[in-house]
């Protein structure tokens, strides 16, 4: 089974609150119909009723809900929220009352408040605006330093990988590699339901070179496996020695990941980015993503170009994720 099917089931068993800020996407309307078919999430509307009604969203749906973050009733504890979390910024009320009239601010709103469990817009959207809206609502979460992404890469062969991070953060230093590296690995075991094995990329291994961005690697696997001490963790180790264990048995003999890691930690997004776009044209994988991690919970960008199927797919991950 895909990874996307297993996803998918496994939304079903948690049946979260999402919200869809972007309804005035007509491929919005379309993922919103496949996932209450499957029965995978219920879900946050935002619009008028009528107008949602007219463009044919099921809005009679037991499994959906209608909010018109445009004419909010009870807009206190919206605004709190956002006075709260940007007061120190210098943020007024009415400038917290006009961040309001923002979608993806409010679908953010919905969710640090505990009205929905996570979103999903990008769409119509860019990402900047994506991260920035959930930054401002949701938050970093405790563990995290940093918002970053990743890729699940389905290979031909049917085996699925980690690749973080190809999205957001250009140049990570040590302590936001170690923490892109700790959350690419839960996300990966809450994902795929496998036990992460995470290498952190580099040109060198257990120092067969030496140069400040691989002590850099080096530095951040040891702060990732101090925190996680219960994982399979190497760095800096070579992609060839983290994924051969023929390869690692003469590169890096001892190495807890025994040539078998599930999780890539690249050093900085050029590496992770031309990885996975290598990955997938080359080598034929399926790359899913990117999924937005570090949040306090799930904000889920999609690219302008999707279609309704990866908003759906979003769906299901942005349930899962908020596991």
Known sequence: MQILEIIKDKSRNFNRRIVLPETDDPRVLQAAQMVVEYKSS???????????????????????????????????????????NLGKKGLTRNEADSMLTDRLIYAGSLVA??????????????TASV?????????????????????????????????????????????????IGIDAGTNHQRLTGQEPRIAFLSFSTH?????????????AAEIAQKLRPKWRIDGEIQFDAAWSPEIADRKAP??????????????NLDAGNIAYKITERVAGA???????????????????GCSAADIAHSVHVASVMGE
Not at 52 to 81: C, M, Q, T
Not at 113 to 126: I, N, Y
Not at 254 to 267: K, M
């Open 286 to 304: 399926l790359a899913t993503g990117p999924i937005i991690q570090g949040l306090n919970k799930p904000y889920m960008d999609l690219s302008r």
């Open 254 to 267: 001892g190495s807890p990941l025994e040539g078998q890691a599930n999780v890539f930690v690249f050093p």
């Open 42 to 84: 219920r879900l946050v509307l935002l619009g008028s009723e009528g107008e949602l009604k007219s463009a044919g969203y099921p809005v009679d749906h037991p499994d959906i809900e209608v909010r018109n973050w445009d004419s909010e009733l009870e807009k206190e504890p919206f605004l709190n929220l956002l006075i709260e």
């Open 131 to 179: 991260i920035r809206a959930g930054l401002r609502t949701i938050g970093i979460h405790p563990d995290s330093k940093l918002v970053s992404s990743l890729f699940l890469m389905t290979l031909k062969q049917g085996r699925t990988v980690t690749y973080s991070d190809c999205g957001v953060v250009p140049f990570p230093d040590t302590g936001q590699l170690a923490s």
């Open 113 to 126: 408040l505990g009205k929905a469990d996570g979103a999903v817009a990008g769409s119509v959207a860019a």
């Open 207 to 219: 120092g067969s070179a030496g140069h400040e961005s691989a002590e850099k690697v080096r530095k």
